[in-house]
């Protein structure tokens, strides 16, 4: 490993990353500036692509210098043929001498000999992007550099942008200054933050040295830096309190052995010493529960990062393109489906859910009365009580599945409008809709709790740059009142059927002449037949009105988080079951905050029912919405 003085600015280094319980993967980078004081050093990440080569991006990173190993320059290694050089030079001279006196138009050599080499990255590293006409990786590369050529002098590319962070800074195009943008978002994301180093602390970096200078042993020249860093500096940078947590998840072990505690033998031990130089128990305490809490924000900072991007991104696209993205048939058709295979999974789910509990209400109901002689009057409230207390506590049963399903439907709608890659044609092929709809069944429920149905919302990383919707408040405020609404209605509608089949059922009784066990068997057969008559039925009719209205309300929440500037339409089940009412309002377009006139009734979705829809505009709906860019027209 390397240490302070062995290290220069521009070198190339390598160092670890754990992943447990994998194998470390290795990083490279190039060295842009050290940090004596927290002995560290802050590299631009590059990428080690499949073929070998390396590729910069714009990442930098702050690793402790004890980490870091040198390693030869892999820039070296980045040369393409003497034959290909000649080519894109002869290209270079060609462009520039037309275009050079254009800043924003006007490259270099190096730079289209990166965007070649980036083409052969690609051929080598991801074969089914190629055209099936293109027969080498040089070919692919050689048409990425003319694509490149062609952007720079018409100022928009062909098709899909790439390489936009080779464009020059002034090029329309450019990306080079997303990241400052995506900065100012974040900026102060600690200052809440206290990095005053503990008294604690101190005392125990204090203990390490003295004993350090006592008995000529213990820690490392790293170790003994660390207790000085603690005593010299009243606050500690971020990244020092991180260096320092990262020290006692892999030294809890030493203190297990002889002389870590006083009064063992060999006290104090190498392991208590080293301990010490790090700040002790409550060194650990105090960077563990800050880097715990910068965690947090880095996650969130991470995912403004990711959305800005993701928003740059689509501004590299031609404004009609954009614009026209969700117009076509096509494009309508292709996200209805894509929305209908996430809604099946959930229908099925919730209709399960929701059977399982009208099944477990029947069996309380049945129980009692096979334990309780039948009095028509009551009978009739203590059903009543069943039922009113058993609905009640269906909300804890289905509160988790709604916010889940939210959320699912949420990075649905955020992905459609800002997927990572930005396909112009916005085309969803089957194998898009196909991962949606393996989610179905086969998951236990805290699974489907936990990951939803969205192929890219259980993955770890930023594919999806949103947190859930499980501490969203106007998410969880949404669930109450719907839940407060239903479960009501559902219990008057559940006594209703009861009452009605109690009433007939003794009446029947009656008639038969029936008495004793015989007469209370009648009743309660009588009632289990009526309750499980249309069980599912009932259930599905739950699910489905329940779920679109989940499912349109996180569309709606992932359109705003989005940030762009949104119409949106109304857009029918793509066949010939729609009601006439909602085949009136087909394609009807309002202003994203705007409620739809549906048979003359608002509803700011498909299955909105707070404006006071009637149940036969929402009960068993498969409309949609779909959400449009709009374009923002300046006053001159």
């Known amino acids: ?54 590729e910069q991006t714009d990442r930098d990173v702050v690793i402790e210098v004890g980490r870091l190993r040198i390693i030869n320059d892999f820039r070296k290694a980045y040369k393409v043929s003497a034959r290909v ?61 003319n694509g490149f050529i062609y952007a720079l002098q018409k100022l928009k590319f ?103 505690r006083q009064g063992e033998d060999g006290y104090p031990s190498n392991g ?71 809604l099946r999974n959930w229908d099925f789910t919730l209709t399960l859910e929701y059977y399982q509990l009208i099944q477990r209400q029947k069996k309380d109901i049945i129980n009692f009365l096979n334990t309780n002689p039948p009095n028509q009057i009551g009978i009739i409230g203590a059903v009543n009580h069943i039922i009113d207390t058993n609905t009640k506590n269906w909300k804890a049963d289905v509160y988790d599945l709604y916010l889940s399903m939210i959320t699912d439907f949420y990075y649905f709608q955020f992905t459609e409008l800002l997927p990572e890659t930005i396909r112009v044609d916005e085309k969803a092929t089957k194998k898009e809709i196909e991962a949606i709809r393996r989610g179905r069944r086969r998951k236990p429920l805290p699974t489907i709790v936990q990951d939803g149905f969205f192929p890219l919302r259980g993955r770890r990383g930023v594919q999806v740059p949103l947190e859930t919707m499980f501490r969203d408040s106007g998410a969880i405020e949404f669930v109450n009142d719907r839940l407060t609404s239903l479960l009501p209605e559902m219990s008057k509608t559940r006594k209703d059927i009861v009452s009605r089949g109690i009433r007939k059922a003794f009446d029947e009784a009656n008639k038969l002449g029936l008495t004793g066990d015989a007469f209370n068997d009648y ?71 705007r409620p739809f006139n549906v048979a003359g009734y608002k509803m700011d979705y498909p299955a909105d029912s707070k404006y006071g829809a009637p149940i036969e505009l929402i009960v068993n709906c498969r409309c949609t919405t779909i959400y449009h860019e709009k374009k923002i027209r300046r006053k001159k």
């Open 523 to 593: 009743i309660a057969n009588e009632l289990s037949t009526r309750l499980t008559k249309a069980q599912l039925g009932n259930a599905q009719r739950i699910a489905r009105t329940e779920g679109l209205a989940l499912a349109e309300y996180g569309k709606e929440r992932g359109a705003e988080k989005s940030g762009l500037q949104l119409e949106k339409s109304w857009l029918t089940r793509r066949d010939g079951l729609v009601r006439d009412q909602h085949i009136a309002v087909d394609n009807q377009r309002r202003a994203r905050s």
């Open 158 to 260: 062909r098709r899909t942008p790439y390489d936009t962070d080779l464009l020059p800074s002034s090029h329309p195009l450019s990306t080079r200054k997303s990241d400052d943008e995506a900065m100012d978002e974040i900026k102060g994301k600690y200052d809440d933050l206290d990095f005053t180093i503990p008294k604690g602390a101190k005392e125990e970096a204090q203990r390490g040295l003295d004993w350090v200078k006592e008995h000529g042993r213990g820690g490392t020249n790293v170790g003994r830096g660390s207790a000085r860093y603690i005593l010299r500096n009243q606050i500690a940078s971020p990244e020092k309190v991180r260096h320092i947590a990262r020290y006692f998840p892999r030294h809890e072990v030493d203190k297990q052995a002889e002389g870590y």
């Open 272 to 342: 208590r010493i080293a301990w010490a130089l790090w700040g002790g128990d409550a060194g650990k305490s105090w960077s563990q529960k800050l880097v715990k809490a910068m965690n947090k924000r880095d996650e969130k900072d991470s995912s403004v990062l990711e959305i800005v991007r993701r928003r740059n991104q689509l501004k590299l696209i031609e404004w009609e393109e954009r614009e026209n993205r969700f117009e076509s048939a096509e494009s309508k058709d292709n996200h209805w489906w894509k929305f209908d295979a996430l």
């Open 85 to 145: 050089e000649s080519v894109l030079r002869d290209k270079l001279e060609e462009h520039n001498s037309e275009y050079g006196d254009d800043k924003r138009k006007r490259t270099t050599l190096a730079v289209l000999k990166a965007v070649f080499r980036r083409g052969v990255g690609a051929y080598r590293g991801n074969p089914e992007s190629v055209r099936g006409n293109v027969r080498s990786a040089d070919q692919w590369a050689y048409a990425r550099v």
């Open 1 to 54: 490993m390397a240490s302070l003085d062995d290290l220069n600015v521009g070198q190339a280094v390598s160092w670890n990353i754990p992943k447990p319980p994998q194998d470390d993967s290795i990083a490279h980078g190039i060295i842009k500036s050290i940090n004596k004081t927290d002995e560290t050093a802050t590299i631009n990440v590059w990428a080690i692509m499949e073929n070998g080569d390396h």
